[in-house]
T-cell receptor, first 115, second 112 residues
Framework: AQKVTQAQTEISVVEKEDVTLDCVYETRDTTYYLFWYKQPPSGELVFLIRRNSFDEQNEISGRYSWNFQKSTSSFNFTITASQVVDSAVYFCALSESTGNTPLVFGKGTRLSVIA | DGGITQSPKYLFRKEGQNVTLSCEQNLNHDAMYWYRQDPGQGLRLIYYSQIVNDFQKGDIAEGYSVSREKKESFPLTVTSAQKNPTAFYLC???????????FGPGTRLTVL
């Protein structure tokens, strides 16, 4: 069965600090997708990134970066120079590689960025 | 604008009553999903539908029912059999390919 673990329940940082959110996953599939979503106080989940299991290249998008390591089954998310607007709950998720299958979510990490 | 709409945003129900949550999408996506979120918990799958007139149970389907008569619509009924229905309900949709799901704004259901 698939499982996603986000061990950090809550993290608080001061604005402009860097912060890394951890995600560890379990799956028996050889091909799969990994995702990160952001849930601001409004409640709607916002898609941030999708990563294919066969593509281990790290990705950077502005202040956001993702480190995918198959050897440790981890898909960590780093925010550089955090801002107050980054305060939200962040979810890591996993799915099969076939299309239109449900996501398995971790319990989320609540990030608070203090001015 | 393309997107997913859920209504109502807040819903109050008395114990013993059935209630239906609406989810509509105009993204032309084949698949739709219902997830439940409780405080401090991740999202858990209730039901999903990959095509019209077909749907599958998720991990916590007991006490819920769905229908998929149109591609755009996937309503969720919370029945009186659901023992603890107070939660935040999120609807999502996806197209075939990379399985990226887009979410609606959610419905917060409270049982009084």
């Amino acid at each position: 069965a698939q499982k996603v673990t986000q061990a950090q329940t809550e993290i608080s940082v001061v604005e402009k600090e860097d912060v890394t959110l951890d995600c560890v996953y379990e799956t028996r599939d050889t091909t799969y997708y990994l995702f990160w979503y952001k849930q601001p106080p409004s409640g709607e989940l916002v898609f941030l990134i999708r990563r294919n299991s066969f593509d281990e290249q790290n990705e950077i998008s502005g202040r956001y970066s993702w480190n995918f390591q198959k050897s440790t089954s981890s898909f960590n998310f780093t925010i550089t120079a955090s801002q107050v607007v980054d305060s939200a709950v962040y979810f890591c998720a996993l799915s099969e590689s076939t299309g239109n299958t449900p996501l398995v979510f971790g319990k989320g990490t609540r990030l608070s960025v203090i001015a | 604008d393309g997107g997913i709409t859920q209504s109502p945003k807040y819903l109050f129900r008395k114990e013993g009553q059935n209630v239906t949550l609406s989810c509509e999408q105009n993204l032309n996506h084949d698949a739709m999903y219902w997830y439940r979120q409780d405080p401090g918990q991740g999202l858990r799958l209730i039901y999903y539908s990959q095509i019209v007139n077909d749907f599958q149970k998720g991990d916590i389907a007991e006490g819920y029912s769905v229908s998929r008569e149109k591609k755009e619509s996937f309503p969720l009924t919370v029945t009186s059999a659901q023992k603890n229905p107070t939660a935040f309900y999120l609807c999502a949709s996806s197209s075939s390919g990379y399985n990226e799901q887009f979410f609606g704004p959610g419905t917060r259901l409270t049982v009084l």
